[in-house]
T-cell receptor, first 110, second 112 residues
Framework: EDKVVQSPLSLVVHEGDTVTLNCSYE??????LLWYKQEKKAPTFLFML????IEKKSGRLSSILDKKELFSILNITATQTGDSAVYLC??????????FGKGTLLTVNP | DGGITQSPKYLFRKEGQNVTLSCEQN?????MYWYRQDPGQGLRLIYY???????QKGDIAEGYSVSREKKESFPLTVTSAQKNPTAFYLC???????????FGSGTQLSVL
């Protein structure tokens, strides 16, 4: 059975702080790992990672994958209140199936 | 605009009733998915379809049924056999490249 563990489950920070969200996984026939941001309803895509050690960046967000140790991290620098959301990690395994973690609830206070 | 449309946004189910959630996409995607999300939980896969007229059970298919008669449409029926249907339901689709899922805005189902 495919497994995904995200940590921490929730996090409260002040604007300007830097945060690191963790995702460890065990999936059969790993293909890729996706990160999503869910503010209210529909999750929005952030990154897809397929190769170890190659950082993906988008503005203040960045992510990296370690296929040997089976984890990924999502970094957010200089956090803003608009970053408050649930961040979901989802590795893709056999049959292209995505398994979602429970998410990390990030709250950024002004 | 291309996208995925879910309806209704809110739905109430009476005891013993079947209800159907609609999901339509105009992205020309082959693969479509239904997920259930409970408070504080991640998304759990109910059913998925990779091509018209074919679908597979996900991790929590009991009490649900689907059909895929058209590429654009993947309705989900929550049957009376689903004893705890209150949840947020998300539909998603994906193209051939398999890079990312596109999500609809969801349906919140509650039991009266």
């Amino acid at each position: 059975e495919d497994k995904v563990v995200q940590s921490p489950l929730s996090l409260v920070v002040h604007e300007g702080d830097t945060v690191t969200l963790n995702c460890s996984y065990e999936v059969t026939n790993f293909r890729s790992l996706l990160w999503y941001k869910q503010e209210k309803k529909a999750p929005t895509f952030l990154f897809m990672l397929t190769s170890s050690g190659i950082e993906k960046k988008s503005g203040r967000l960045s992510s990296i994958l370690d296929k040997k140790e089976l984890f990924s991290i999502l970094n957010i620098t200089a956090t803003q209140t608009g970053d408050s959301a649930v961040y979901l990690c989802a590795p893709r395994g056999s049959n292209y199936k995505l398994t979602f973690g429970k998410g990390t609830l990030l709250t950024v206070n002004p | 605009d291309g996208g995925i449309t879910q309806s209704p946004k809110y739905l109430f189910r009476k005891e013993g009733q079947n209800v159907t959630l609609s999901c339509e996409q105009n992205l020309n995607h082959d693969a479509m998915y239904w997920y259930r999300q409970d408070p504080g939980q991640g998304l759990r896969l109910i059913y998925y379809s990779q091509i018209v007229n074919d679908f597979q059970k996900g991790d929590i298919a009991e009490g649900y049924s689907v059909s895929r008669e058209k590429k654009e449409s993947f309705p989900l029926t929550v049957t009376s056999a689903q004893k705890n249907p209150t949840a947020f339901y998300l539909c998603a689709s994906e193209g051939e490249v398999r890079e990312k899922l596109f999500f609809g805005s969801g349906t919140q189902l509650s039991v009266l």
